[in-house]
């Protein structure tokens, strides 16, 4: 079971950049798919980028050139930088770990283990 620590999240201003940062118990090199999650009040959890062990990134329509999933295999990190924060990116962001995709699903992941999320506020 991989234990996923998230870290970063807060209240911005929208128009503010924002890093979230994800710590995984064992070597990311060593899972298919990380990810990263939100849920917004009332909504389902949606995904928002994912990365491969090949490191081949996927993100969700809604944050395409506004957001960058990167990591630091070294550190077993993952991160997701967010720019031009939008009142509507208000949510619990989660970071997810699938050891089980192949292929193109990994950049479609449906994740499998969770960290507990960090909320993100986007509010003037």
């Known amino acids: 079971q991989v234990q996923l620590v998230e870290s970063g999240g807060g209240l911005v201003q929208p128009g503010a950049s924002l890093t979230l940062s994800c710590t995984a118990s064992e070597s990311i090199s060593s899972i298919n798919a990380m990810a990263w999650f939100r849920q917004a009040p009332g909504k389902e959890r949606e995904l928002v980028a994912a990365i491969t062990s090949g490191g081949g990134m996927n993100y969700a329509d809604i944050v395409v050139g506004r957001a960058t999933i990167s990591r630091d295999a070294a550190k077993n990190m993952v991160f997701l930088q967010m720019r031009r924060l939008k009142v509507e990116d208000t949510a619990v962001y989660y970071c997810?770990?699938?050891?089980?995709?192949?292929?193109?699903?990994?950049?479609?992941?449906?994740?499998?283990?969770w960290g507990q999320g960090t909320q993100v506020t986007v509010s003037s």
């Open positions: 997810s770990a699938d050891k089980d995709c192949t292929g193109y699903g990994c950049y479609k992941t449906r994740g499998k283990y």
